[in-house]
């Protein structure tokens, strides 16, 4: 982009971008940045084609252009795409999954718990406890048995509260009980109670 300024450089023609989508790493990359902002629906196909680029540098905002334009054309290529071996490209994945927050993204949130990476893991709970999917309170529930991240579990107390069910009141009593003795987990329990009560799923009013 040197020479122009940024409007300059986004009033191009929409071809000049999807043409730049097949040029050298920068270009690629910027190409996809422009698309993002000037949010055009015409460039999905194009970036759902770059979204197996071989540069990760490219992925990464080609991911973060889909989910900006909240196209439902994108979601399953990029639930597939969460395979990617680089972290930066599968965080920005879940993040576009998020945002367009179509439900054939819940099983690829499902595997994103298990993930190796801490922060992506953090983001898949959210976005299972943003989507009210009653099929993730068993691998929620799973996965908190599994973690040992105290911040981790007291974040998929709050998921499992939000998403309701029948799950709620034993979770809550194992927290309140104490079983995991962090702090963070019984501040879980908390919200998590307070959600339920919401939606009428817990009796009872001690803290």
Not at 125 to 151: K, Q, S, T, W, Y
Request: a positive charge; hydrophobic letters at 45%.
């Amino acid at each position: 982009m040197s020479g122009c300024s940024m409007e300059t450089w986004l009033t191009k023609p929409f071809e000049t971008y999807v043409t730049m989508l097949q040029d050298g790493d920068v270009r690629r990359r910027q190409a996809a940045t422009a698309l993002e902002v000037r949010g055009d629906r015409r460039a999905v196909d194009p970036l759902i084609g770059a979204l197996r680029d071989d540069n990760p540098s490219v992925r990464a905002p080609v991911a973060r252009a889909l989910g900006a334009l909240g196209d439902l054309r994108a979601v399953d290529p990029l639930c597939e795409a969460l395979d990617d071996p680089l972290s930066e490209v599968r965080a920005e994945i879940v993040r576009a999954l998020r945002r367009i927050g179509d439900k054939r993204a819940v099983e690829a949130f499902i595997g994103a718990l298990r993930d190796p990476e801490w922060g992506i893991r953090q983001m898949a709970v959210a976005a299972l406890g943003d989507m009210g999917d009653a099929r993730a309170i068993g691998p929620l529930l799973h996965a908190f048995m599994e973690e040992e991240d105290i911040i981790s579990r007291g974040t998929i107390a709050i998921a499992l509260g939000a998403l309701g069910g029948p799950t709620v009141q034993p979770l809550i009593g194992a927290l309140e009980r104490g079983d995991s003795a962090t702090r963070a987990c019984r501040f879980g329990a908390r919200l998590s109670r307070q959600l339920a009560r919401r939606r009428g799923l817990v009796r009872g009013t001690h803290r």
